[in-house]
């Protein structure tokens, strides 16, 4: 069973509109990343949150993890069409292995 | 920049065919994965390494092997390719315990027909 749920699957914004996607962990997070994938290709890290109550940014991105609900919220201001793609949340459940979500698809009109 | 280099961007095999998927990283990373990916799943962990000739099974391993003989290279092998391991698969690589995040691969899209 899926173990980090995403949510929207997916979303369509105007652009210049604010969005968040939301990632639910099923287990206690121990290191939550954020990673964007362009369709086809491969994944770019994003940010990683290990502390409840964290927040960092990348450029118009914000990310932060509420470690008692066990989920992190992604939050773009100002969207633009480069913001496009697939994103995915990762958590480091157990040593090595990073687990995902099953993505959020993001599709900003011009 | 580190590169994480898979040998193929898309490919199409036969069943039957033994598959070789091939994964390079130039930074000396310590592990090594390698993910599939689909549609509604998102990415699931087949096998992953963190030392050269060690390997340990992730969440799909069957219907698949792996082998590490030099530190820089990971090899998917899918010894007898099925129509339902058609998917795209991404290789990773970084260091243990990082705070980086990991550096993946473009993939490889292979279709078995």
């Known amino acids: 069973s899926q173990e980090l749920e995403q949510s929207p699957q997916s979303l369509i914004v105007q652009e210049g509109k604010n969005l968040t996607i939301n990632c639910t962990s099923s287990k206690t997070l121990y290191g939550l990343y954020w990673y964007k994938q362009k369709y086809g290709e491969g994944l770019i890290f994003l940010m990683m949150l290990q502390k409840g109550g964290e927040e960092k940014s990348h450029e118009k991105i914000t990310a932060k993890l509420d470690e008692k609900k066990q989920q992190s919220s992604l939050h773009i201001t100002a969207s633009q069409p480069s913001h496009a793609g697939i994103y995915l949340c990762g958590a480091d459940m157990r040593g090595f292995k990073t687990i995902f979500g099953a993505g959020t698809r993001l599709f900003v009109k011009a | 920049d580190v590169k994480v280099t898979q040998s193929s961007r898309y490919l199409v095999k036969r069943t039957g065919e033994k598959v070789f998927l091939e994964c390079v990283q130039d930074?000396?990373?310590?592990?090594m994965f390698w993910y599939r990916q689909d549609p509604g799943l998102g990415l699931r962990l087949i096998y992953f390494?963190?030392?050269?000739?060690?390997?340990e099974k992730g969440d799909i391993p069957e219907g698949y092997s792996v082998s590490r003989e030099k530190k820089e290279r990971f090899s998917l092998i899918l010894e007898s390719a099925s129509t339902n391991q058609t998917s795209m698969y991404l290789c990773a690589s970084g260091w243990g315990g990082t705070n980086y995040g990991y550096t993946f691969g473009s993939g490889t899209r292979l279709t078995v027909v």
């Open positions: 930074m000396d990373h310590e592990n």
């Open positions: 390494s963190y030392d050269v000739k060690m390997k």
